[in-house]
Each structure stands twice: as C-alpha cells, then as structure tokens.
C-alpha cells in the first residue's frame, strides 16, 4: 500500500510539473491560421464643399491560433471639391507573445513595443448585440450590431467591419479568406531589415505612435463616434454646431497639410514660372516642372505632367501659370487666417 502510494504521488507530481512546463495557450481566434484579404472604403461630406473618400486593401495573416500576427494596410485617402488633396497611408504590424512592432515606412525604422498582460486582447463584440448572419467572402459570419458599429465575426475573425458617425462611414470587408497559409511567405506583410527603435511598456490601443503622428481614418471615426454616444446623439440628430466641431476633429490631418501645402505650392509655382521663361528646350521646361510636380503629388494622384513641345506650348503654359498664381496668391490671406478645415474649404471657393 506504502509503494502504491507513493507511487501516485509520483504519477500526481509528474503531472503537475508537465501542467506547469507546458501551459495553455490562450486562443485569440478559433483556427489555428488563416489570412483575410480586405477591401477598404468609406468617407463622406467634411464641408458643405468638401468631400472625402476612403480606398485601400489591408490583410490579416496569423498562425498558432493568433499568437503571432501580421496586420497589413494600404489606403488612399483623398479630398475633392474646394480642395483637392491625396494623402497614402502604408501600415504593418506584427504581433507576437507580448511584443508590438510597428514598420515606420517613412523613417525607415521599426518601433518595438511590450504589451502588458493581457493587453493586446480586445473583446470585439463588447457593446455589441447579436443580430443574425451574413455570407462575407463565401463565409458565413455572426453578425454583431451597436450604436454606429457593425462587425462579422468568423471564429473570432473579422470578415466585416463598419463604423458611421456625423456622416462619415469606414467600412472594412473581407473578399477573400484563406485557412492554409504559410504566415512566412513573403506576399505577406513582412518585416524590412529596418533598424529597431526600442519604446517603453506600450499603453495604448493596439497602435504605437508618437504624438505627431497623424490618426488614421478608422480611428478618428471611431473616436467621433465615441463622443457620440457619450453625448446621446445616437437616436437624435447632432445639433449643428457640435457637428461641425467632430467633422473637423475627422478632418484635422487633411487641414494640417493643405494649411502647410497651398503657401508652397504657390511659391513653386512662382519659381517654376520664372524658370520657364527663361527656359530654350524642352527639355528645359520639363526641368523646371521637376519641383512642381513632385509636390502635385499632394494633390492629384495623376504626377504626369510634362511638356510635349515646349514651342508649342509655351505661351498657353506659362498663361495657366499666371492665372493659377493671381487665383492662389488672392487666397493666401484667408489660407493663413483660416482655423479649421470648414475656414480653409470656405477661402478656397
């Protein structure tokens, strides 16, 4: 009896230490991979003049049931009416255990954050009231509503998402999900051999920023949103004044730009004027465009603008010039004065 005693307390003993070498792993999503292709819109009326439209791609890669991820972003956002103006936004994260790191595409470095315990989960279907199904990229999804959301969850998977607030919509929707995925393959979002640029405990809501980067559009709906219905104006239209105030909160990076773009873009449209005058060839012309339609860019998302034949074109060039700079210059007392982007929108009219 002794010897069989012991003996379970062996076997008992044996167990625990294997409970506490191999732990369980806690399952953000209920496969083990997949990866999700999504088609990204939205936008809407920032002015009675304004209107901004929202296109891009993102993907969702992961494997071992969500442990490691990969986020991928790409979107255009673009402004048209009174102001014209085109910004690209690249983003790509990726997940693992504790750890964040963020791909600066502009500085060309990767921001390393640590999460917390438990930080890096998110309840997305808190607030939200389950409403039915729907068919998303050939999956059927649970389909949860709230206040301004909606999102359509697969095992955890979000193949449908949509944020509406004063006007203003993001939508994010699956077109394509795939559950036998290598999370290494390259057409994946991979990390570049950036150099590492280590930060503190991260503390925010999965995103690692410093404060002056820009929001992204999803973002600043969601927090519009927010004020929304802390404010009760969920059931009720929002007074007009307050309105005007959180389409200019979603506005504020396109008004920002166009505050610092428009002065630049007249004083380039000076110096590429007087180098055309002086300008023999063609090809010198097209020289002294080379600023100008760099900085276009910002504008159009058409940069081809070059000269044919300079003798030919000279006169009616060196016209519109004339005329966009008298149009420009006219409205540069009211560009520097304007506070918000509803003043900015009204001066360029």
Known sequence: MKISAVYHLALCCTAVICL????VQEKIYDVPKATVIYKISGGGALTPDLNLTLEGTGKLSFKDWGAVELLEEHIEEKTTGTLHYVAHRDMCEKHQKNQI???DFKHKKIRERLLPEGKGTV???EGLSLTGQQMVANVVCDMWEGEGVKRCLYKGIPLF???QAVGILYREEAVDVSFDINITDKSHCSIPAYPVEKFALYTGNFKTRSKKTPKSFSERVKEVLETVRKKGWIDEPVPPREKKQLLEKIGEPVFE???QLLPDLLQTMKKSRACLVQAQSTQQANHCLNSLVKLKTYFTDNSQNRVENWEKE???LLERFDENIVFLQS???CVRGAKNLHDLSVCMK
Do not use: F, G, H, I
Request: charged letters at 40%; zero cysteines; proline letters at 5%.
């Open 123 to 125: 309840n997305l279907t």
């Open 314 to 316: 000279r006169t009616k």
């Open 20 to 23: 506490q070498a191999s732990p």
């Open 331 to 333: 409205k540069m007392k």
């Open 101 to 103: 790191l963020d791909v």
């Open 257 to 259: 730009k166009e505050k």
């Open 161 to 163: 998402t949509e944020y």
